[in-house]
């Protein structure tokens, strides 16, 4: 198994291959970094927060232990403009539903893990998720596929 | 083709915007199946004019395309069907002394024929020509023209003018040059870098219009038929915004399509981009009109290759009518401009285009623009400009590119990934 990345080469990656998201900050268990994704032609500000596992002490560091990326400007549409839907392939924060982190891989299939990247996995990913999202709010079909709950994993659907 | 070329050809379809403005001009341009269709049809009629007993038998020297068949710039003539004006001019050799209502006339009943004959009930009578009109929407525009002293350009011509319904006012007879300016024009917009690339995306789209519509594929359309230049897209799309704003002004002439092509090839060219192309486009058209208007005159334009042939004599008619046209290319202005600022998502951008352009092409291009981009994105294909978060769409297979893709060792396709959670749609 591939050992796990540490902070120190995330940042150091991230500054390298995605110099235009900004580490806001870090400390020994977390990174925060902001700023433009330009998949197609419009630029949309995010926010990615990686809180690793870790202790300080004997007190474990709360957070999801993967990085969560979140559309800051402009404002997620969460409902359709014109079919009502929701927007797919987020996890829904039901208090602040335009604060909802978007859904970039399939836990159950193994496609992240702390051994990989961000930059090379999960910057490209949000990317590939906002060039869906632009598609789904011109035409209200949502075209890059995805796994919803409930549904069997691609390797089982397959 | 030098390298260099190739290399701009990768390179002049690279943002949406450009991809989107592309693939509306190819869903509203006549197809290369039709075109081959409209040729075969005005050689069939060329062969009807000289079967035994036509009046015009012996007479018919020459038929060729003229107008915006000519010059590739053929567009849908309505906004929410395909069909097709194609313009042709009937060369004759008459005996002198006929008058333009005589000319016009013959050409109709030659094409016409008896009762039952294949012709009779899809011809009519127009001011300066007979149309032929197929069930499947095209119609052809047929002038009878003849050629005047040969000292003047080649193909030089008088053409007639009649209207039917007026029978006792009398025709007259107009020198214009439509082979001569067809020809000018050419030269004006060589097929430069941008042509190999576009020829490749039509080339593929009507290969996808024909599986959707299910037609019989007498011979595959080759890509050779699709190599335009940006500036006759541009001067595509400016026809097809032109279109959009005077189907609802009602028994309002529009500003004519020569004319458009005349000031279009004057600055052909000019750019990179075919987004950049239209915005140049409309810009010089505008600027010309508004200098003409400035100075409290009608702009008036004429054939370079025939100084008698005015493109401009029918329109504008007033000033008012230039006025209105001209509100009609700022406001185009203002939105290219908008489209190609990076301010606006895919849906502002259909929003726009829906306005400039008609829903009916629109909806189809997004469409299909979204299913393409979800199909690259799902199959693990997406690859991002080096250091950016830029989708490359050559690199992404969205567009075939002009020349092969050289993809540099530090290159790296996204890696393969689902998309999980949200709610499941019934």
Known sequence: MTRRRSLAEQIARMAEAAPYLRETAHCDWLAIWRGPLRPLQRSYTVTITYVMRSWIGDLQVMGAFK?????????????????????????????????????????????WSSSALIADTIVPWACDWLACYEGWLATGEWTGGGRHPGDAPAAQAA | MGFMDRLRGSTVLREPVDILLADIAIRVQLTATDHNKAVARYQTINEWLERDGSPLQGRVQLLYAQGSMAIGATIAARLRTDEYDIDIIVELDLPSGLDAETILDLLFHSIRGKPGSRYYSMTSRRNRCVTVSYADGMHLDLTPAELVVPQLAPRTSLICHHKPETPEVPGFRLVANPFGFADWFKQMTPLDHFAEAFAKRAFDAEQRMLVEKADAVPVPPQEEAHRKSKAVIALQLLKRARNVRYDSRHNRRRPPSVMLA???????????????????????????????????????????????????????????????????????????????????DLREMQAVMVDLFGENPTGAVFKSFNEQLGDRIRTGQSVYRPGTSNLDLTKSGLLRPAAPVIVPAATVTTPRHTFFGGDRRE
Request: aromatic share 8%; glycine share 6%.
């Open chain 1, 67 to 111: 990085p969560v990326v979140r559309l800051i400007e402009p404002t997620l549409q969460v409902v359709h403009p014109d079919t009502g839907d929701r927007v797919p392939h987020v996890y829904r924060d039901w208090v602040f539903p335009e604060r909802s982190e978007l859904c970039l891989y399939d836990p159950v299939a193994d496609e």
């Open chain 2, 262 to 344: 005349k000031l279009i090839a004057d600055g052909a060219n000019m750019t990179t981009t075919l987004s950049e192309e239209v915005l140049h486009q409309a810009r010089q058209v505008h600027e010309t009109i508004a200098a003409a208007h400035r100075q409290g005159v009608l702009i008036s334009i004429f054939n370079p290759r025939c100084d008698r042939d005015c493109f401009t004599d029918r329109w504008p008619g007033t000033r008012a009518e230039q006025a209105t046209y001209l509100g009609d290319l700022a406001d185009f202005v203002g939105k290219v401009e908008y489209l190609r600022s990076g301010e606006c």
